[in-house]
């Protein structure tokens, strides 16, 4: 089976089409996403509505329930785009999920708010902590949040981060993780994780941020879709 990883769409739909169009390239048979279908860029309802249609399974993110639990009024912006339903499924969403592929027991969260940020470059220590919870020792974790993809093995086991589809820094494109191994398997297989990177029309989507003159922080957005350069 085949499982694209995915995170941090940010009201980018720009990137995500084109990654979407990637994925059915590639004839993956699941997407798991991993946080942060808002927030930051302009089309937020249709990044949330892509993710409810394409995603089998889904944690929620930091700004998935900032934005939904209207933890900030600066935020009503992307209120006034999702409306009070898809609101309440950002708030609703589970904020970590765990699955099998070919032997490797996989906890899957977005970053914060159940752990710290985790980059490539985090103290070992923490990572060693994420592989832990509920009395549970995991053999790998997936995640995002930094928007940096990297894929690791620690002491611990697989630590995978997807990158951001829509926001990503260092590398401006849109990314993905690619898991190919066997779904729901607890018995040692083979497997692959892989980096998925996507150009997509960069310049489409900072146009359609330009076109919305509402957009909090508008400017930042574009330099990080343009450069991958964080500006805020």
């Keep these: 089976m085949k499982i694209a990883c995915i995170g ?7 990137a995500t089409q084109a990654l979407e169009r990637e994925l059915r390239r590639l004839q993956v048979d699941e997407i798991w996403f991993l946080g942060d279908a808002v927030g930051k860029g302009p089309q937020n309802a249709e990044t949330c ?3 409810r249609q394409n995603c089998t ?7 998935d329930y900032g934005i939904g639990g209207k933890e900030f009024p600066e935020d009503g912006y992307f209120w006034a785009q999702l ?9 609703t ?10 032997g490797v027991h996989f906890r899957l969260f977005h970053g914060r708010p159940v752990t710290p940020l985790i980059s490539a470059q985090t103290d070992k220590a923490i990572f060693a902590e ?20 990297f894929v690791r093995t620690l002491a611990d086991g697989y630590a995978l981060n997807t990158g951001s589809v829509g926001n990503s820094l260092g590398v401006p494109r849109a990314h993905a993780v690619i898991i190919e191994g066997e779904k729901d398997c607890r018995e040692p297989r083979c497997m692959t994780m892989t980096i998925l990177s996507v150009p997509y029309d960069n310049e489409a989507a900072a146009d359609a941020a330009r076109r919305d003159d509402k957009l909090p922080h508008r400017d930042s957005f574009i ?4 450069t991958g350069v964080y500006s805020r």
Aim: hydrophobic share 40%.
């Design 223 to 226: 330099r990080e879709v343009l």
């Design 93 to 102: 969403l589970p904020p970590e999920q765990e699955r099998w592929v070919s």
């Design 8 to 14: 941090d769409l940010h009201g980018n739909y720009v």
């Design 57 to 63: 399974l889904c944690v929620g993110g930091n700004w």
């Design 83 to 91: 409306g009070p339903e898809r609101m309440e499924w950002l708030r």
């Design 49 to 51: 509505d892509w993710v």
């Design 130 to 149: 994420a592989f832990r919870a509920h009395g549970v020792t995991y053999s790998g974790i997936i995640f995002a949040d930094s928007h940096r993809p």
